[in-house]
């Protein structure tokens, strides 16, 4: 069966601090890949989505970046963090298939301070 | 394209009542449906789907949905909440053609089950 792993679940950084989440899918190949962020009280919202190694696209411009250096990878990161990149992040992939669902992280909760 | 409007943003219930969670919908195509639960610090999980065949869908944890072609909606219900189904939940339609899709939600509606 398939698997999500996104790690860790809790993070508390300083601003200008640099940003690394993971995320890893198991029990699948060549996933759809995305990151998600939901601010408290509001929906979520795309950041970036892959659909293969080394293709990113991007949603929202802002000071994070995402890369997938392996087919069941994908890596959020940032060079300096800002206050508004507080938030809770969930990571989620997906089959090719139209009728199929996504499959969710457990979230990491990031505060910046 | 498509859109989904949720029009509760919060809907607080007293336990045993039932619910009706409101999702409407708008597509130039015909769509798959989704709804999704995210309990407190968690992922997204999926609590049922429409793909075709009776309107009528049964999800995990007594919850239900109908599709309404002509109101394109598809409103979650359950007869008698629990305390545990405190969480929020998001409609999600999918389209049926066009190539790749990029799941995206509504802006949920946070169900909150009082004692």
């Known amino acids: 069966s398939q698997t999500i792993h996104q790690w860790p679940a809790t993070l508390v950084q300083p601003v200008g601090s640099p940003l690394s989440l993971e995320c890893t899918v198991e029990?699948?190949?060549?996933?759809?890949l995305y990151w998600y962020r939901q601010a408290a009280g509001r929906g979520l919202q795309l950041l970036f989505y892959s659909v293969g190694i080394g293709q990113i696209s991007s949603e929202v411009p802002q000071n994070l970046s995402a890369s997938r250096p392996q087919d069941r990878q994908f890596i959020l990161s940032s060079k300096k963090l800002l206050l508004s990149d507080s938030g809770f992040y969930l990571c989620?992939?997906?089959?090719?298939?139209?009728?199929?669902?996504?499959?969710f992280g457990q979230g990491t909760r990031l505060t910046v301070v | 394209a498509q859109s989904v409007t949720q029009l509760d943003s919060q809907v607080p219930v007293f336990e045993e009542a039932p619910v009706e969670l409101r999702c409407n919908y708008s597509?130039?195509?015909?769509?798959?449906l989704f709804w999704y639960v995210q309990y407190p610090n968690q992922g997204l999980q999926l609590l049922l789907k429409?793909?075709?065949?009776?309107?009528l869908v049964k999800g995990i944890n007594g919850f239900e949905a109908e599709f309404n072609k002509s109101q394109t909606s598809f409103h979650l219900r359950k007869p008698s909440v629990h305390i545990s189904d405190t969480a929020e939940y998001f409609c999600?339609?999918?389209?049926?053609?066009?190539?790749?899709?990029?799941?995206?939600f509504g802006r949920g509606t946070s169900l909150i089950v009082h004692p």
């Open positions: 597509s130039s195509v015909s769509v798959y």
């Open positions: 999600a339609p999918h389209p049926r053609g066009g190539g790749s899709y990029i799941p995206t």
């Open positions: 429409y793909l075709s065949g009776s309107t």
């Open positions: 029990g699948t190949s060549n996933p759809n």
């Open positions: 989620a992939w997906s089959g090719a298939a139209l009728n199929t669902e996504a499959f």
